[in-house]
């Protein structure tokens, strides 16, 4: 069988993109400890605000601040906003961020789904962040569609945590200047190492298969991740030659039917892939 691979440059820029900001996502506005239209896992009557506004903001006078504290147990910060409405597919998902891990392997985790007025899903992504973060940085969350229905609301998450289980005491994270960005069209960049294609089958029943072009010799590395920003599997950690590949990715019999988000890293580069489990 001869395939038909559609390949789209993995560095890109949108254009004719318009951003919108998150409702409250300057974290302005709170109550008590929750920042008004967020959700998150305090629990007042026990004295545990894992999550708290925060003076040291990047614009405006306040942020929210995460932290990791100690009870009977590590508990970590939950943030979510949980019904923003959006006009248009999402394309980006931006922010400023600092991030303090307090241990190797503790991660600040942001995810974005977007659905349609029916509850079906349209557009999703996640990212993760390991490295410390003392100043304040944007961060660039590119969101992959699943379909061309009309979106409705999207679902923002963060949090932390750790790779062997719970993370550190002490790991805290500030975020502030929430924005989402809706694109008409994608630009080609002027450079690339790495051009992706579609992974196939889809929906994927026993194994995928990512065709992928390297310009240059290079490492990539390429994570299976659920919607809430978990990494399940890695695919492929590798040097490619320059060329064309295609890495398969037999589906783990313990993987559920469902959609996910493959993430492939090259350098300072980053492509998403949608992928559907059916079997």
């Not at 390949?7 to 919108?20: D, K, P, R, W």
């Not at 942020?63 to 923003?84: K, Y």
């Not at 051009?195 to 065709?211: D, L």
């Not at 996910?260 to 300072?268: D, E, I, K, Q, T």
Request: with cysteine; proline share 6%.
């Amino acid at each position: 069988m001869k395939h038909i691979y559609t390949f789209s440059l993995a560095s890109f820029v949108l254009s004719n993109a318009s951003t919108a900001q998150v409702n409250n996502g300057g974290f302005e506005a709170w109550t008590g400890q929750v920042p008004n239209g967020w959700s998150n896992n305090n629990i007042a009557p026990a004295n545990l605000f894992p999550v708290t506004s925060s003076d040291d903001a990047h614009g405006g006078i306040l942020a929210c601040r995460g932290e990791v504290i100690a009870s009977t147990i590590a508990i970590p910060p939950i943030l979510q906003n949980l019904a923003q409405p959006v006009t248009g597919t999402p394309t980006t998902f931006t922010g400023w961020y600092k991030f303090g891990p307090q241990a190797a392997g503790d991660l600040l985790s942001i995810s974005v789904t977007v659905v349609d007025a029916g509850g079906g899903l349209v557009a999703a992504g996640i990212q993760q962040y390991t490295e410390g973060q003392a100043t304040y940085a944007q961060f660039s969350v590119p969101l992959v569609a699943y379909n061309t229905n009309a979106a409705a609301t999207a679902t923002i998450s963060f949090g932390i945590s750790g790779t062997g289980g719970s993370p550190t005491v002490g790991s805290w994270f500030l975020l502030d200047d929430l924005e989402l960005a809706t694109g008409t069209g994608i630009g080609e960049g002027s450079a690339w190492e790495m051009a992706v294609g579609k992974p196939y089958p889809q929906p994927a029943t026993a194994e995928v298969f990512v065709p992928i072009r390297m310009s240059q010799a290079s490492r990539i590395n390429a994570q299976v991740f659920d919607l809430q920003g978990r990494a399940l599997h890695t695919v492929a950690d590798q040097v490619l030659a320059p060329g064309e590949h295609l890495v398969t990715w037999p589906l783990p019999t313990t993987l559920a039917n469902g959609h996910y988000v493959l993430r492939l890293v090259n350098g300072n580069t980053m492509t998403v892939r949608p992928l559907v489990v059916q079997r």
